[in-house]
């Protein structure tokens, strides 16, 4: 490295005009060109959206590097030098790099396996948000309330990543109790006729209505609708207003929790031990 | 009364009701502009025209129709339906179309496996009849002349149906009753079968009154059961 430097510093010294001119015009071509090819893989289709920026700054980067390599050359400076230089600086930055150097692996792997785009909304880690970018080291999540989260590439393969927009349609699930005293074959078809009227609900696959469970306080029945994952959100608040006012208008009691205490009159009506 | 495809001058302050079948607004004219009030929400079309045209436009995704119950095709035969299919309202003014919206709004539903395989259709609010005779559809519908042929050696089960609304045009007859494009649905195997579109209007006395939303590449015509709508009881 000392003789590189040394090499250099002599050079420099007595370089003359014409060596600065085509190591500055090397340079400006170098950069034009890595502009112009970042610029067109940007923008290509035969790329995928998720690859383009990746691979732009790769080209950019191995485009500047041979034209910093010119450059160097007019100043008498010797590649192979250079490279053995690195050639050590990359065993010394390895040791230091390594989870840099996973992060990428996985980056890359992430990138082959493409279990999210960028526009999808995951569950990774406890955090939820839409991808707004998948790099080499990191992808970055948007959360709904608008907070830029970076999570490390290395993190993202080793966990559970639930991709909620992976398919186009969902399943709502919307459970709700009805009274003992409910005629179950009216709930049935009230909840049925609620999501027949939702232009949200899709008739196919066909909605589901099914009674679970007895719970404390009532019986647990389950609406099952598919919809579009764009309308999630919308359709399970707009189909919790429409149940609560469906069962209210045909008199059909959603319970609360109770318990009937009985107080003892005297000594005698207390229970034993 | 306003009506399909015709002509509408308000002075300012006056108005007019729409009555198109199931759907119900009301048409006024202000300095200025145009106001169309719906008894849920209200559009205000600035412009200085004069005239304004309500025309109708077909759904802007495919259409599914599901049998009332499963019908079975024996093989060399064929049978004609008519569907009736809601259709969209859209505003004209100076040719320039300043509002599309649904006379009424089909449920959303899924053609296919649940998965990205499938296709994002609406429901269509009529069942798929069998019966020669031409349905008497309120205004807001369109007619769609179909023909099914089973040229397969197989009897062929129908379930449910689907129909390429946004390839088909749009006509309106002389009491502004609407038809669509005729179709022939020719069912060549258990897993093929191709679907066209008739050239021309469906009848002879209909006017065009709207062009498809898109044109298919192949002319309409397509192969395998999957993508031309017909499908089996599950």
Redesign the interface.
């Known amino acids: 490295m000392e003789s590189v430097l040394k090499t250099l510093n002599d050079t420099l010294a007595t370089l003359d005009p014409t060596k600065w001119l085509s190591a500055l015009f090397i340079f400006l071509v170098g950069l034009l060109i890595a502009r112009l090819v970042r610029v067109a893989l940007s923008k290509s289709t035969w790329l995928h959206p998720q690859h383009r920026i990746v691979t732009a700054r790769f080209a950019g980067y191995v485009i500047m590097t041979i034209a910093v390599a010119g450059v160097l050359n007019q100043f008498g400076v010797s590649i192979s030098a250079l490279l053995g230089a690195a050639g050590i600086l990359t065993v010394a930055l390895g040791f230091a790099a390594q989870t840099v150097a996973s992060n990428m692996l996985s980056g890359i792997f992430l990138m082959g396996e493409q279990p999210f785009v960028i526009g999808d909304y995951v569950e990774v880690a406890g955090t939820g948000g839409v991808v707004t970018s998948i790099d080499l080291l990191s992808v970055r999540l948007q959360t709904l309330d608008n907070i830029l989260v970076r999570i490390p590439n290395e993190t993202m393969l080793k966990s559970n990543v639930s991709n909620r927009t992976h398919?186009?349609?969902r399943r709502l699930d919307l459970p709700v109790e009805v009274h003992y005293r409910s005629d179950l074959d009216e709930v049935e078809r009230v909840l049925m006729e609620v999501t027949?009227n939702?232009?949200?609900?899709?008739?196919?696959?066909e909605p589901w209505i099914r009674f679970m469970e007895f719970k404390d306080s009532g019986i647990l029945v389950q609406i099952q609708v598919?919809?579009?994952t764009t309308?999630f959100l919308r359709l399970r608040s707009d189909l919790l207003k429409a149940v609560h006012k469906a069962l209210g208008e045909a008199s059909i009691e959603i319970p609360f929790p109770q318990r009937t205490i009985t107080f003892a009159k005297d000594e005698n009506d207390a229970p034993s031990d | 009364m306003a009506d399909w495809n015709q002509s509408i001058s308000l002075e300012t302050g006056k108005s007019v009701p729409i009555n198109l079948g199931d759907f119900e607004a009301n048409l006024s004219k202000e300095l200025g502009q145009w106001k169309l009030t719906e008894p849920e929400q209200q559009h205000r079309f600035v412009s200085e025209a004069t005239e304004l045209f309500l025309r109708p436009r077909l759904a802007d995704r495919p259409l599914?129709f599901?049998a009332n119950e499963p019908v079975v095709l024996g093989p060399g035969n064929s049978f004609t339906t008519y569907v009736r299919s809601a259709v969209w309202l859209t505003v004209w003014l100076e040719d320039i179309c300043y509002l599309e919206t649904p006379t009424i709004?089909?449920?959303?539903?899924?053609?296919g496996p649940?998965?990205?395989d499938?296709e994002?259709c609406y429901?269509a609010r009529t069942g798929l009849r069998l019966g020669l005779e031409e349905p008497n559809a309120p205004k807001n519908f369109a007619v769609t002349p179909l023909e099914v042929v089973n040229e397969a050696h197989e009897s062929l089960t129908i379930a449910?149906l689907k129909i390429p609304a946004p390839e088909l045009s749009t006509y309106i007859d002389d009491d502004s009753n609407l038809w669509t494009t005729s179709i022939v649905l020719k069912a060549k195997s258990e897993e093929f079968a191709e679907i066209s579109a008739k050239s021309g209007a469906p009848r002879k006395d209909v006017e065009l009154v709207s062009r498809p939303r898109a044109t298919s590449a192949s002319g309409l015509v397509r192969s395998f059961m999957s993508t031309v709508g017909l499908a089996r009881n599950q």
């Open positions: 398919y186009p349609i027949h939702h232009p949200l609900c899709m008739e196919s696959p598919w919809t579009l309308n | 599914v599901r709004r089909p449920s959303d539903t899924w053609f649940p998965t990205s499938g994002l429901a449910q």
